[in-house]
């Protein structure tokens, strides 16, 4: 027994130790291609151009309800591997894990279907209290071990990585002034369920790399907030679980230059762009303008170098690996307010996909982690002329598509969105 642990231990070390991305082609969904053709058919000059590009690019793929585990389709994460282990050699296919109870507890636009106590419409009920037992349950039973048994079919043929539960611990870190975040029931919810999620992934699948998210610089940049994440992954005990974490998953902060790391305050903060330091660099190019905050998390390369140094410093012997999201961050200066995050007027498209990262030691793809094209919230009115029951102020925010006369309607969140995917590839940077 004392051997098959050890050998377990190792198995886990060794996959930790590699970049998944660098190990196969990366997997092209059937299903987005088939999204992305609808828009082709009325595209026309340049923007066609890109369109058909984005086909054979690669995306991740959101397990965010719980009939999205099984099937035969390449909606489904069974389909979908079942696929790909067709292809010699099989191609990676990255998962965004994301169903937890209470979901996306500071907005409205994403809210999902496990809840710890329910509406009569069906929705969650955020202000209730409690343990969520109920919730948690469902999502052990309904949703995660699901999803082991299919990973665990194909885990010795297809590579496959895991992002879990975007903005969640996020959420926790910084938003518990927030009833919906702050209450017992949301907060049991999300500490036990990634750690479940985390554990039982990595006890019947140990060679499938995991990424926590981590949200981004605009969010978790300032010192206080990025080591309430770091304290709050460190009491989770995951960390020998993981290969790291994602980044500016479903955001639009520009990937950017790596400044050199200069720390003359305490902490992990990077105080090279900080006080009026250096702005002729292009290292400190600040969009957001974020450094006049006392933020150096202008772009996401130095928002990982800041985080890469901070838990290495509080978890002994823990090197994580990043993957940044550029599926939309193409154009780094659109937004009035870079705190704005819907459907975000005049944005294009990121970098390809790739191992081919700014700095190989700790980053180890930029990859379209968000579906280009995929709505990331409705406006008030569908398009169908009908009330958004799932409307979030943010997406009626003034950068938000939708929001100016002229503009179309948005969809719910996850649903394809043609005005805005043409927006995105007539703005593209792939390069």
Known sequence: MLKLLLLSTLLVALVLSQNPFSRAPFYVNPSYQAELDTSIATATGQTKVNLQKMRNVASAYWLDVKAKITGSNTTTAEGI????????????VVFI??????????????????????????TCDYNAGGDCSAGINEYKTQYIDPLVTVLKKYANT??????????????????????????????NAYKTGIPYAINAISAAVPN?????????????????NLQKFVQLISSMNIASKIRGFSTNVANYQPIGIQCP???????????YCLNNQHQSDPCCSDPCRLEGQWNPGNNELNY????????????????????????????????????????????????????????????????????????????QTLPNGQQCARFDSMCGSEDSLGSKSGEPRAPEAGKWFDYQVKMLADNAHFD
């Not at 998210?213 to 300032?222: E, N, Q, S, T, V």
Request: aromatic share 8%; net charge negative.
């Open 158 to 187: 297809v590579p496959i990585a895991l992002v879990i539960e975007p903005d969640s611990l996020p959420n926790l870190a910084t938003n518990m002034g927030d009833p919906h975040c702050g209450n017992s029931a949301t907060t």
């Open 304 to 379: 990982i170098q800041d985080l890469a140094f901070a838990f290495s410093s509080a978890i002994p012997g823990f090197s994580p690996k990043f993957i940044i999201d550029s599926g939309r961050n193409g154009v780094a200066n659109m937004r009035a307010d870079c705190a704005n995050w819907c459907n975000i007027r005049g944005a294009g498209v990121g970098l390809m996909p790739t191992v081919n990262t700014a700095n190989t030691t700790l980053v180890d793809a930029y990859y379209w982690l968000k579906t280009p094209g995929e709505s990331d919230g409705c406006t």
């Open 261 to 271: 790391y200069q720390r003359t305050s305490g902490g992990s903060r990077n105080d």
């Open 208 to 224: 499938i790399p995991m990424y926590v998210d981590a949200a981004h610089g605009g969010w978790l940049g300032w010192d206080d």
């Open 97 to 122: 894990v994301y169903d937890l109870p209470n979901r996306d507890c500071h907005a409205k636009a994403s809210n999902g279907e496990i809840c710890c106590t329910k509406n009569s419409d069906g």
């Open 81 to 92: 591997l079942a696929d790909s282990a067709k292809m010699s050699p099989p191609h990676l």
